[in-house]
């Protein structure tokens, strides 16, 4: 990922704070074989398990998700896994996650420099975390150590996504989540058997909030009120990341 200083986010503890909030992460592989696709990518929702903060930390976390059985790409996977005789991939993997909304910047609202000099083009702002790391693979469906994870795995990611994504916490009015065990256990028997569980160790991590941090204030100010005069949810919510964003930036700027 292009880490221009002005978009970039060096905090490891913001960056786990934005996965948790977009659990769904786009995982690339590259691993030779001769049936299946060199490079492969795959949609896969997880679950963050933080273990400390430090940047210098060789290890930061891991990511626990679970994926089909016939994707091809678990499909590399698993051959990858049996010819050398491990459940862990040599090459490592990608992940990466995307904030809910990006939208494209049009240079009419540079309300400064579009009318003084005309020296602007079109961008488009949003926000990403890159995770880089090695995976262990839970494939063998006769191992306990592959049905215990997986049953943890899909536990815990319901719970997630009921109770942060859905807001289903059983508080204040609201309905609880529905969990694992209101499915009959046989059914999920079943079903976990047509997965397989993916865990990434989390080696290194990066990421940006490219919004617009790099334009004077007067652009900057163009670019909210041309956002929030949209009328729209995602127009809002742009217009606020880069109210956000740009005060951070001119914070920085006033300790130098």
């Known amino acids: 990922m292009y880490l221009r200083a002005v978009h970039a986010e060096t905090s490891t503890k913001a960056l786990f704070e934005f996965i948790k909030a977009n659990p769904l992460g786009i995982i690339t592989t590259a691993i030779p074989s001769t049936t299946h696709h060199f490079i492969q990518s795959s949609h896969v929702p997880w679950v963050l398990d933080a273990y400390t903060d430090d940047p210098e930390a060789p290890v930061k976390g891991r990511l626990r998700g679970h994926m089909a059985r016939q994707n091809p790409q678990v499909k590399a996977m698993i051959e990858a896994c049996t010819n050398s005789g491990t459940t862990k991939l040599e090459q490592d993997v990608m992940i990466l996650f995307n904030g809910a909304h990006h939208h494209y910047v049009t240079p009419k609202f540079y309300t400064e420099t579009k009318p003084d000099t005309g020296k602007v083009v079109p961008t488009w702002n949003y926000a990403a975390a890159q995770v880089y790391g090695k995976a262990t693979i839970y494939f063998d469906s006769s191992a306990p150590e592959t049905s215990e994870y997986l049953s943890q795995q899909i536990h815990d990611l319901s719970q997630l996504c009921e109770t942060s994504v859905m807001g289903y916490t059983g508080k204040e009015g609201k309905p609880g989540p529905w969990g694992v065990s209101d499915a009959p256990e046989r ?56 109210k956000e964003r740009g005060g951070m930036k001119d914070a920085e700027k006033g300790k130098q």
Do not use: C, P, W
């Open 187 to 242: 059914y999920i028997d079943i079903m976990k058997k047509n997965i397989i569980g993916i865990e990434v160790s989390i080696e290194s991590i990066g990421g940006k909030f490219k919004m617009s941090q790099e334009m004077g204030q007067g652009d900057r100010e163009g670019i909210i009120q041309g956002f929030n005069n949209l009328g729209s949810e995602v127009g809002t919510h742009i217009a606020e990341l880069v």
